[in-house]
Nanobody, 121 residues
Framework: RFVESGGGLVQPGGSLRLSCTTSGLTLDTASIGWFRQAPGKEHEGIACISSTVGSTWYTDSVKGRFTISADNAENTVYLQMSSLKPEDTAVYSC????????????????WGQGTQVNVSS
């Protein structure tokens, strides 16, 4: 089970850090992915991490602006978002998959409720 937090309202160009905390799962056995869904758009994977093998992946639209990281001791995965754009407005959620070096090809399940991010002036 995951609990996401850290969302809110931010101006374009601003930053937010999202947290995804899990109980009942140790991060060193899983790949964790961040996903988002904007109104009227499909659910999309935007970043993932396999901390045990040190691999990360980002979709092109967030590459260079978002950074995913993991604190295994705290069972928490972070998504640092910078240079935010209005098109980043969405509900952001996280999920887990069996640990894979190519985390973007894994099958994810057990999404949390998500946290709303609004980018607007």
């Amino acid at each position: 089970r995951f609990v996401e937090s850290g969302g809110g309202l931010v101006q374009p160009g601003g930053s937010l850090r999202l947290s995804c905390t899990t109980s009942g799962l140790t991060l060193d056995t899983a790949s964790i992915g961040w996903f988002r869904q904007a109104p009227g758009k499909e659910h999309e994977g935007i970043a993932c991490i396999s901390s045990t093998v040190g691999s990360t992946w980002y979709t092109d639209s967030v590459k260079g602006r978002f950074t995913i990281s993991a604190d295994n001791a705290e069972n928490t995965v972070y998504l640092q978002m910078s240079s935010l754009k209005p098109e980043d407005t969405a509900v952001y959620s996280c999920a887990a998959a069996p640990m894979s070096r190519r985390c973007h090809e894994a099958t994810y399940a057990a999404w949390g409720q998500g946290t709303q991010v609004n980018v607007s002036s």
